[in-house]
């Protein structure tokens, strides 16, 4: 990732208010292309108006939005894909039509556009239900379908709100499958979710908003790193004696199998590890943990609260 | 524009396809010959045979010329008669193949009074009508020539076809005999009570023209049919708005497309199906009427068509697309600020009733149709449907002022869908939430 290369989307002090509401703040970004961009943040902290001042539903009241390079307006609406967090589909209309409008809509149409949807609904394992209409597909299905509705136009930035919701673990796989796909084909994939577990295995970058701010942004792997709180996991059999030594270890939890431990400030993990075997314990697992996500996500809701 | 176009063409085809739409299409004509023919047929009946009434005649004097009015079937207005002598064959062969449908069949009695007391002959009669010998009595006393009040006493008062017949057979029988009593001949007395006929040509820059005399029904039945068609479609254009609120497709549309095609696009297409179906209706009543009109004049009744000029009807399109358009807008902008369709159909309904204030303006129209009021009343695009219908078949204005109504009708379309454009834009952003008259204008402003 070299700083040269332009990003696809720049987001520069852009701020959104509602009445005397404030959605988002000041809020400054970059997602460069080819990347899968976390946004992440708790409920009603300006994501999905975040999102919307992106594909132009609604405009900044102060701030600049630039895509591919240019000021946001109506034409480059074509270039995104985007999946809303709240569904919609016309319920009586039959899958392959309400396809083809979407496609339209995304100014693309004729044979190009049946050749897509076909595509499209034999990839979401979806061929046999284009004639049927909406309101009979399971929920699942309709997810897909309106998945296929914001990559139909095959668009170099497609913005994503929640697309695991409502999706069993097969078509979560598949779901990620594409996702991935469409990352390697060179697009730029904006993610928004509370699935910390999966944004962690997706996404490259990440940026958190909670009330209305942005609170950390950045690579995720640098993140981590830098929030790394000098935590050891431990699977251990003995010398149980030694975590409750407060000079030692500041914090125990139990996590599954692994026994967490926080030490503390100016304890090597080596020195814990060297005094456990000095204890006599049968050490089965030392791992210096990163924290996750979702760690670093409560941590940082509850500091802001 | 393909968006656009996307748009209609979506709102049409998924309309135009459905159930709904090819039934209501082909049962409607068969619908208004049910309620517009069956219901005249059975208000015009007359169940039950002929009307017995018996009649006391305490002057000796009316009850012929009474019995007699009552007994004519022909039709009872007088000039008709008397113009006998004018009317061709054809039309007197018309007038006696008249259907007899609500006119009131008499059958008349004299009760000879033989020097009894009335109250004892009201007392038989009263009985005779309790036991359903008789329908009703008419009780004449002797000094009706000079006082001129008659009682009638019926089972059915409430029949007002019956009495309204018994009063004006009784005037024609009273006044015939005051005029006898006068000396008066009544041959004289009919020909110098002939009405004059006037014809009316009207002068227009064209030249002379004669006036077919349908002009206030045509514009009656324009207004009708604009009324009806708003209250038909208007909420199917509100369905139409609300669908996408309701189902949240609206935020992958704005997504995709900008606010105002997207309205105008619904607007349009979903007004096209109410065309289509109108159109289809509006051919289904010509052939009807054409098939009728055949049949009458295969039996010989001259049928005077309505003269209606090409430029009439090119202005009857042009007003009523107009009046549609304006109040089937006002159904899309309240569609995007309630949240169901019950919501917005209260909502609506105040409003379309502006376009039946329209008649309020009709005769003040009629009798100056160049006045100011007229002027502005048919510049005022809510009313203009109406009120310039009613100035071009009565008098019809320079065509600058028709056109200039027509101008502000569509552009106050345009400007009622960007408004529309704007409010849902907006509206759609705040979930499930009516909003109130300030808060609409806050989104106005906003969007």
């Known amino acids: 990732m070299t700083d040269e290369t332009k990003p ?62 240019q000021a946001m ?134 940026c958190m908003i909670n009330h209305a701010k942005k609170v950390l942004d950045g690579r995720l792997r640098e993140i981590r790193r830098s929030f790394s709180r000098n935590a050891v996991a431990l699977q251990i059999a003995g010398g149980d004696g030694l975590l409750h030594d407060k000079s030692l270890v500041v914090n125990v939890r139990q996590n599954g199998d692994d026994t967490e431990v926080l030490l503390a400030p100016g304890v090597d993990a080596q020195i814990l590890l060297k005094r456990l075997v000095e204890a006599g314990a049968v050490v089965n697992k030392f791992e210096l943990a990163e924290p996750s996500l979702h760690d670093i996500f409560i941590e940082k809701v509850r500091e802001a609260s | 524009m393909k968006k656009f176009f996307a748009v209609i063409k979506r709102e049409y085809l998924q309309r135009v396809r459905t159930k709904f739409f090819v039934v209501t299409t082909l049962v409607g004509p068969l619908m208004f010959a049910l309620f517009g023919i069956v219901p005249l047929y059975i208000a015009r009946m007359n169940i039950g045979g002929p009307t017995r009434l018996a009649v006391i005649d305490q002057s000796g004097k009316v009850y012929d010329r009474f019995r007699e009015a009552l007994l004519q079937t022909v039709d009872e207005d007088e000039d008709d008669e008397l113009d006998g002598e004018r009317a061709d ?40 009508v309790r036991r359903n010998e008789l329908d009703g009595y008419v009780v004449i006393p002797a000094d009706i020539l000079s006082d001129g009040k008659a009682e009638f006493f019926g089972r059915n008062t409430g029949d007002i076809f019956t009495r309204g017949a018994v009063a004006d057979r009784l005037t024609r029988a009273v006044r015939e005999e005051r005029l006898a009593e006068n000396k008066i001949d009544q041959q004289v007395l009919r020909e110098a009570g002939r009405r004059v006929s006037l014809a009316s040509t009207k002068i227009s820059s064209r030249g002379e023209e004669r006036v077919s005399g349908t002009g206030l029904m045509f514009v009656l039945s324009f207004g009708v049919l604009i009324y009806v068609s708003v209250m038909l479609y208007g909420q199917m254009v509100l369905a139409a708005v609300l669908e996408e609120k ?23 297409g979903v007004s096209m199906v109410a065309l289509t179906q109108l159109t289809i209706w509006g051919l289904a009543f010509l052939l009807f009427a054409a098939f009728g009109v055949g049949m009458a004049a295969a039996q010989g009744v001259p049928v005077n068509l309505p003269h209606v000029s090409p ?60 006045s100011p009021l007229a002027f502005w009343a048919s510049m005022f695009p809510f009313l203009a449907p109406i009120t310039m219908m009613v100035r071009i078949t009565t008098e019809t204005p320079p065509a600058w002022q028709i056109f200039l109504s027509l101008a502000i009708g569509f552009a106050t379309v345009v400007g009622l869908v960007w408004l529309t454009a704007r ?16 808060e609409v204008w806050r989104w106005v402003k906003q969007a």
Request: with cysteine.
């Open chain 1, 8 to 69: 696809t989307l720049v987001l520069d002090h852009v701020t959104k208010r509602y009445g005397d509401f404030t959605a988002v703040d000041d809020l400054s970004l970059q997602v460069r292309p080819g990347r899968v961009f976390g946004l992440i943040g708790p409920n009603g902290a300006g994501k999905t108006t975040t999102i919307r001042m992106i594909v132009n539903i609604t405009v900044p009241d102060s701030g600049r939005i630039e895509l591919f390079g």
């Open chain 1, 73 to 206: 307006e109506t034409r480059l609406q074509d270039r995104i894909g985007y999946l809303p967090e709240e569904r919609g589909l016309y319920r009586k209309m039959k899958v392959g039509e309400q396809l083809k409008f979407f496609a339209e809509l995304k100014d693309v149409s004729g044979k190009e556009a049946d050749e897509r949807i076909n595509r499209w609904l034999n990839k979401m394992e979806l061929s046999d239900w284009k004639t049927k209409r909406t309101k009979d597909l399971s929920k699942g299905m309709q997810q897909k379908v309106q998945f296929i509705t914001a990559v139909i136009h095959n668009p170099d930035l497609l913005i994503l709100d929640e697309p695991f919701s409502g999706l069993d673990p097969v078509n979560v796989e598949l779901m990620k499958e594409t996702i991935l796909e469409n990352k390697r084909e060179g697009k730029t994939i904006i993610l928004s979710t509370h699935q910390m577990e999966i944004a962690e295995k997706l996404c490259d970058d990440v």
């Open chain 2, 89 to 128: 064959p054809n039309q007197q062969e018309q007038m006696q193949r008249k259907p007899s449908f609500g006119r009131t069949h008499f059958e008349v009695e004299l009760v000879p009074s033989s020097g009894r007391p009335l109250e004892e002959l009201k007392r038989e009669l009263n009985e005779r």
């Open chain 2, 246 to 268: 309701e189902t949240r497709i609206a935020e992958v549309l704005f997504s995709s497309m900008r606010s105002f095609p997207l309205m105008m696009g619904k607007l349009i």
């Open chain 2, 311 to 370: 430029l009439i009807v090119v202005y009857f399109l042009l007003f009523f697309l107009m009046g549609y358009f304006i109040y089937a807008t006002i159904y899309a902008l309240i569609g995007s600020m309630v949240t169901t369709t019950q919501e917005g159909g209260q909502l609506a309904m105040p409003i379309v009733l502006m376009l039946v204030a329209g008649f309020y303006f009709l005769f003040p129209i009629i009798r100056s149709p160049n």
């Open chain 2, 423 to 438: 409010v849902y834009r907006v509206g759609m952003l705040m979930y499930g939430k009516k909003a109130s008259i300030p």
